[in-house]
C-alpha cells in the first residue's frame, strides 16, 4: 500500500487523537478535503506550505485504508495530490514522528518514508 502523508501542528493532531476523529486544519476545512502529499511531494509542501514553523508532526496512512473518499486530483504544477473528502480516524496512521527544524530553518524530513 503507497502511504501518504500528513503534516500537522502537533496540538491539533493531539485533539484528534483524543477526540478520535481530524476534521482537518484550517486550510483543510477552507478547501472541503483534508490535504496529503506522497512522498516525492513531502519536500515541496513542506517548503511552501510550512517554512520555519515548529511543533509539526509528519503521519503517514495507507492510502488503501481511506477508501473511496481518497481522491487524486490535480493541483500545484497537474500533478495529482491526495485529497480526502471525509474525517481522518487517527488510529490509521502508520507512524507518527516529530518534523523537526533544521539549523538554516528547513525542515528534516526523514530519508525513509516506509
Known amino acids: 500500500m503507497p502511504l501518504i502523508y500528513k503534516i500537522c501542528p502537533a ?15 484550517p486550510v483543510d476545512l477552507a478547501d472541503g478535503y483534508i490535504h496529503f502529499s506522497t512522498a516525492a511531494q513531502l519536500a515541496e509542501t513542506v517548503a511552501k506550505h510550512f517554512a520555519g514553523q515548529d511543533g509539526l508532526l509528519l503521519i503517514a496512512i495507507d492510502d488503501a485504508r481511506l477508501g473511496p473518499a481518497l481522491r487524486y486530483e490535480p493541483s500545484r504544477g497537474g500533478a495529482l495530490f491526495p485529497h480526502l473528502y471525509a474525517p481522518l480516524d487517527p488510529k490509521t496512521a502508520r ?10 530553518g528547513t525542515h528534516a524530513i526523514p530519508e525513509d518514508l516506509a
Do not use: K, S, V, Y
Request: hydrophobic share 45%; net charge negative.
Open 95 to 104: 507512524w507518527i514522528t516529530p518534523l523537526p527544524l533544521n539549523l538554516d
Open 11 to 25: 496540538p491539533l493532531w493531539q485533539e484528534a487523537e483524543r477526540n478520535g476523529r481530524f476534521a482537518g486544519a
